[in-house]
């Protein structure tokens, strides 16, 4: 359709060097087609080519000064992407790797996810190009501290809500809250992911695990299937690898793999979530380690994860971690389903794979929407000054990721791509947003 092909040609005019960005926004618009053509007014009110503009970009200087008293700079961003349904809702990623294309296919990905919870957020994304990786405490404060000082004058409860993301945990949300409170003295919801005893949820820290075996497990049962039995392969060790891996094991599958940047396990017997969680939670320590819990574990620092034979895969590491020799490795060992827990895990040409080999594939936005979701929850419960129990965030979580299953079931099968989670997920995040922009006019 040429109206979605101009858009992206001007997008790739106007965006030169952002091949993360472009890759997302290629995605979400390549299936739009049907939509687009059943919604004259999408393109009367110039929707695409507003939805794929960021309302704000920030972008500013942090420096700190490290234990030996020595001074460095790093960049700090914050995309204001949209906020047509919600105010602006994403997280705060701390990587070497981070840069403006990463952060705005973040944000951009975060509008359409956040439109599927069913919840009033709209979409943003920040962080630094801040590695955090064997820093001390005091550096990583001093760090926050620095990030804040800017950061605090372009959020608020009402008007743009950071979470964690990569680097980012409970630690660096307390040191960010602190500092915003102090500097403006206020005690409001401004950041989700906080500890239990300063305004944080229950289940906030399981829930994108939780949320993406929720949602994996419902596909699976729409074919008569299910988590009991199954042998899993997971990538990454962090805090989505670590809760996805718990909820499958309690759902009666055996985890057999994990990874983190430096190398990855193979444990054929069921991934010992107990040492992962005091060597990652704990000791922030590398996976090489995990053969002093477990002497007959395999740990490589070739290759990568999705060479062990699985009958469900969870990429929940970073984008691009899968491509489509991974994807074609994964089908040639009978995978019957993949769950993205990460952000764009898998290539284009990797989802195009699963998808024409007939694996059931949840991608992204829709299968890691637990995070964000349970973190509208924290901002609700904020707002009502109210502390709900865990039994009933994770029930709300449970039935939230439900629905966005069926949601974007149904929406794949109405506009003529029945099975194809990814159209139908794109289509139903976006046709909500699309409304709401229309109904507020040209802005
Ligand atoms: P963590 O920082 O807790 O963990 C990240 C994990 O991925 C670590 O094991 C890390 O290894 C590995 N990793 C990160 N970057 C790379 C890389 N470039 N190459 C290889 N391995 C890498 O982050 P999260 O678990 O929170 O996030 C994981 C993914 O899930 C991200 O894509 C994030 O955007 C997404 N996500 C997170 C949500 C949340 O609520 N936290 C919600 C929805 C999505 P190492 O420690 O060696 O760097
Ligand atoms: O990618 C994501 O959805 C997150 N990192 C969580 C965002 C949030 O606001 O909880």
């Known amino acids: 359709m040429s109206y979605i092909s101009d858009v992206l040609h001007a997008l790739e005019k106007r965006n030169p060097g952002q091949p993360e960005f472009m890759q997302a926004a290629t995605e979400v618009l390549d299936s739009l087609e049907g939509v687009v053509k059943e919604h004259p007014e999408y393109v009367k009110n110039a929707v695409l080519e507003r939805i794929v503009e960021p309302d704000r970009q920030v972008m500013f200087r942090v420096p700190w000064i490290d234990d030996q008293g020595v001074a460095h700079?790093?960049?700090?961003?914050?995309?204001?992407?949209?906020?047509?349904?919600?105010?602006?809702?994403?997280?705060?990623?701390?990587?070497?790797?981070?840069?403006?294309?990463?952060?705005?296919?973040?944000?951009?990905?975060?509008?359409?996810?956040?439109?599927?919870?069913?919840?009033?957020?709209?979409?943003?994304?920040?962080?630094s190009d801040?590695?955090?990786?064997?820093?001390?405490?005091?550096?990583?404060?001093?760090?926050?501290?620095?990030?804040?000082t800017e950061l605090y004058r372009h959020i608020g409860?009402?008007?743009?809500?950071?979470?964690?993301?990569?680097?980012?945990?409970?630690?660096?949300?307390?040191?960010?809250?602190?500092?915003?409170?102090?500097?403006?003295?206020?005690?409001?919801?401004?950041?989700?992911?906080?500890?239990?005893?300063?305004?944080?949820?229950?289940?906030?820290?399981?829930?994108?695990?939780?949320?993406?075996?929720?949602?994996?497990?419902?596909?699976?049962?729409?074919?008569?299937?299910?988590?009991?039995?199954?042998?899993?392969?997971?990538?990454?060790?962090?805090?989505?690898?670590?809760?996805?891996?718990?909820?499958?094991?309690?759902?009666?599958?055996?985890?057999?793999?994990?990874?983190?940047?430096?190398?990855?396990?193979?444990?054929?017997?069921?991934?010992?979530?107990?040492?992962?969680?005091?060597?990652?939670?704990?000791?922030?320590?590398r996976l090489s380690e995990y053969k002093s819990f477990r002497p007959k574990a395999e740990y490589s620092t070739t290759g990568n994860v999705w060479q062990i034979a699985c009958d469900i895969a969870l990429p929940c590491a970073t984008q691009n971690e899968l491509n489509e020799e991974d994807a074609k490795t994964l089908v040639k060992n009978k995978v019957i389903a993949v769950g993205e827990g990460a952000n764009m895990p898998s290539t284009i040409e990797a989802q195009e794979f699963f998808v024409k080999s007939g694996v059931l594939f949840a991608p992204a936005k829709a299968a890691n929407a637990g995070g964000v979701a349970t973190s509208a929850l924290e901002m609700s419960q904020n707002s009502q000054r109210l502390h709900w129990t865990f039994e009933e965030v994770d029930a709300k979580l449970h039935t939230i990721m439900r629905n966005i299953y069926h949601q974007m079931a149904a929406a794949a099968e109405k506009y003529g791509h029945k099975g194809n989670f990814i159209m139908g997920a794109n289509i139903a995040g976006f046709k909500k947003v699309a409304d709401a922009m229309v109904a507020q006019g040209i802005q």
């Open 157 to 285: 409860a009402d008007v743009d809500v950071p979470a964690g993301d990569i680097g980012v945990g409970g630690r660096e949300i307390g040191y960010l809250y602190g500092t915003y409170k102090r500097i403006t003295n206020r005690y409001e919801g401004v950041l989700t992911g906080k500890g239990l005893e300063y305004g944080g949820s229950l289940a906030r820290t399981e829930a994108t695990g939780y949320g993406l075996v929720y949602l994996t497990e419902e596909m699976l049962k729409a074919k008569g299937n299910s988590f009991a039995g199954k042998t899993v392969a997971i990538s990454g060790s962090g805090n989505v690898a670590i809760y996805a891996a718990e909820k499958a094991a309690q759902f009666g599958a055996t985890v057999v793999t994990m990874s983190d940047s430096t190398g990855w396990i193979y444990d054929k017997d069921g991934i010992d979530l107990t040492a992962i969680k005091e060597l990652k939670e704990v000791k922030r320590a």
């Open 130 to 148: 801040f590695d955090p990786k064997g820093k001390s405490d005091r550096e990583i404060f001093e760090f926050c501290r620095s990030f804040m």
């Open 73 to 127: 700079v790093n960049r700090g961003f914050r995309v204001q992407f949209n906020n047509a349904i919600g105010p602006y809702k994403g997280g705060l990623r701390l990587h070497p790797s981070v840069n403006l294309s990463i952060i705005k296919f973040l944000g951009f990905e975060q509008i359409f996810k956040n439109s599927l919870t069913g919840l009033p957020i709209g979409g943003g994304k920040g962080g």
